[in-house]
């Protein structure tokens, strides 16, 4: 078999990816690890860019965004109980959306369904060769049976473990990590949000966030040590936890219930320098990790594509090799500085285990600035809606 640009991850990069080279007319095969059904069932991301969601408009597949999706004018922060509202809109004129991953990548997937373009899910053995020459070939195995792909390029859109990364020389690689000493211990749950926006909460029991996925559905997380496993989490005991992080008001409105889903995730900072190898090329998180705390994992990916996209486009539309050249250090550039705003907004809202009294008296120092200057309610406003892709 052969295709112009082989994606390697059926995720939110990938998929959209592939839909953006669809739509330009440049074929495209995706390989994905696992079922259709396995990768809808990962809950992870909440909260779109107003960025990424004019791209994922630009994608042709917008429509439930905008019919589901809840957009939101600005976040709370919840200060040892002291609230404070950023305004997002007010500040600058920009909005966010809370639209699950899931719900992204449902779209993206009937999306390619109705395109025709080829998805090979449930491919086993992925491997990358001559990525280094004009010649780049990947074998897989699929119902036993092994195949080989050949193309003119490869996306490595196959997240932090996936084998695109892994298949780089470790000579031609650099990598960056902080690996932070908490996980978020995750919910989801059928009742109503306990209020009409996010509320990110720093409490010295630990960070907590409140968030959603519609009026009938919300999101929930606390943060627990590295090594905490699930299992020793009741929704009792989770409830009780919220509750002690949130102010008294909030607390109180909480409407609880049975999770749907639980789960603990990691953080960590994570930056692979350079994103080309020839003709493979990294993007989304088999590129970068970023703490979910500022909410740009997903929307990282989306701005990577969109701009490996373009280049793409750009090869093929005009045999000119200025985008794919100028990729890594185009991205690269965005992708730091949404790990500083990620890394600083980690670093102000949980308490770290060396926490000592002049770091805590740092913490509040951050959050009385933010509450007390526009200029500083701004910066925030403008990294967590996203900055210009
Ligand atoms: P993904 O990991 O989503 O997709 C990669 C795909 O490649 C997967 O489907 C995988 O099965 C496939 N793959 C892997 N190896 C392969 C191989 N060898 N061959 C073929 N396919 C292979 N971001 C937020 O903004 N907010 C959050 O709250 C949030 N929570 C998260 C919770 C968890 C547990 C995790 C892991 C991430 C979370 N993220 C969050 C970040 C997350 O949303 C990512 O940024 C987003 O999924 C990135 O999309 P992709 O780059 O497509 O990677
Ligand atoms: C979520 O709803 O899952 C979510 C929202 C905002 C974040 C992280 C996760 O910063």
Known sequence: MRTKVAIIGAGPAGLLLGRLLDKAGVETVILERRSREYVLGRIRAGVLEQGTAELLDKAGV????HADGLVHDGVEFCFD????RFDFHALIGKTVTVYGQTEVTRDLMQA???SGATTIYEAEHVSLHDFDGDRPRVHYVKDGVEHELACDFIAGCDGYHGV?????????IRTFERVYPFGWLGILVDRPPVAEELIYAHHERGFAL??????????????????ERVEEWTDDRFWDELRRRLDADTADNLVTGPSIEKSIAPLRSFVAEPLR??????????AHIVPPTGAKGLN???SDVCA?????????????????????TRVLSRIWKAERFSWWMTSILHTFPDTDSFSRRIQRAEFEYLRGSEAAARSLAENYTGLPI
């Open 112 to 114: 390619r369904d109705t």
């Open 277 to 286: 190898f020839g003709r493979l090329f990294l993007a989304g998180d088999a």
């Open 210 to 227: 409140c968030s959603m996925r519609s009026h009938t559905r919300s999101r929930y997380y606390v943060q627990v040590p590295a090594n």
């Open 81 to 84: 109980g002291d609230r404070h």
């Open 62 to 65: 917008g429509e439930r965004l």
């Open 164 to 172: 695109s990364r892994a298949s780089v020389p470790e000579a031609a």
């Open 300 to 302: 990282l990916a989306a």
């Open 308 to 328: 490996l996209a373009e280049a793409l486009i750009e090869f093929y539309a005009e045999h000119s090799p200025a985008g794919i050249d100028g990729y890594s």
